[in-house]
């Protein structure tokens, strides 16, 4: 690379080739692989998530997953403060970082750092509440009004638990919550180069998405599944059992709809996400565009990283 400094990011949504193509690069380059993926964080959930095979892991060293117990949850600043810690000690050993994965909220936490919000106070939150009661919410929206218009016009008059939020910032930092949102800590400090796999065609995509899901119940997700059932600890509200697929599985575990209703809802959130993962990526700024199958797309990638890699820059 000609920025021997800096990292390289695989971004796509689900089904792309995301992992086929990182794995191909590490073959040619010294790295070791980061995941950026909000599910393949949690132990036991490895079919429904495609996981990297054992096989596939033993071939190049991968990072953050199986972090988490399915009961437990993982923030976008965990996230930010393990992959920082983990960019610079794979750096140090003198390998490059390759972040992989499809859960562009750790990417934005990452890239752009993140703001740092008053945690929520009891007395505080209470104060306004009463006031809440008191003098009905017209009254607070138009509080939040004269304190941060900007919020105000964002924020909904008919949203209780945001408006209460917003002032409950000010009242507690004596900023708005648009100046603190403003203020962010933690941006990546490092050269990247950012590139982005995903199908030309939508359909194509959809098609993946549906091979990729009929593969899942056939290896069988469903057992997977049937064991996170049946430890009794879980539930549907968990951040881990309402990723995708998961959640539709459950669901019909616990006997709301029919296998053929959970494979069809199963495969139209699958669709779903990866709309809004494209959405995000179309916004994103310096990314180097491959599409799904092509045969160059390796040698597209080496022929940017010999040109000199930039720090993140938002549009923001």
Not at 252 to 268: C, N, P, T, V, W
Not at 274 to 285: D, E, F, I, N, V
Not at 294 to 299: F, K, L, P, T
Request: glycine share 4%; net charge negative; hydrophobic share 35%.
């Amino acid at each position: 690379m000609h920025s021997k400094d800096a990292v390289i990011a695989i971004y796509g949504p689900t089904a792309s080739g995301k992992t086929a193509l990182s794995l191909a690069l590490c073959e040619q380059l010294d790295c070791e692989i980061i995941s950026v993926d909000s599910a393949l964080i949690y132990r036991g959930m490895n079919i429904g998530t495609a996981k990297p095979s054992a096989a596939e892991q033993a071939q190049v060293p991968h990072h953050l997953l199986d972090i988490r117990d399915p009961s437990e949850t993982y923030s976008a600043a965990d996230f930010q403060k393990d992959a920082s810690a983990l960019i610079e000690d794979i750096q140090q050993r003198g390998k490059v970082p390759l972040l992989v994965g499809g859960t562009m909220l750790y990417f934005k936490a990452l890239l752009e750092g993140l703001s740092h919000l008053p945690e929520s106070d009891v007395e505080v939150r209470k104060k306004l509440t009463d006031e809440l009661h008191e003098k009905g919410l017209t009254k607070l929206h138009n509080q939040l009004q004269q304190v941060d218009p900007v919020s105000a016009e964002r924020i909904h008059p008919n949203d209780p638990q945001r408006i209460l939020r917003a002032l409950e910032v000010y009242e507690l930092s004596g900023k708005s919550l648009t100046e603190l949102t403003k203020e962010r800590h933690g941006q990546l400090d490092k050269p990247i180069y950012q590139f982005a796999v995903a199908p030309a065609e939508r359909h194509v995509l959809h098609e993946r998405i549906e091979q990729r899901f009929d593969q899942m119940l056939a290896q069988p997700f469903e057992d997977e599944v049937k064991e996170l059932f049946a430890r009794r600890d879980l539930h549907p509200n968990l951040p881990s059992i309402r990723s995708v697929g998961y959640r539709q599985m459950w669901q019909y575990l616990a006997g709301e709809f029919s296998y053929d209703e959970m494979r069809e809802r199963g495969i139209i959130a699958t669709r779903q996400l990866a709309k809004r993962q494209m959405t995000w990526l179309r916004s994103w700024p310096d990314v180097h565009w491959l599409t799904t199958g092509e045969s160059d797309m390796e040698a597209k990638v080496f022929e940017v990283i010999q040109q000199p890699a930039k720090k993140f820059e938002s549009k923001d």
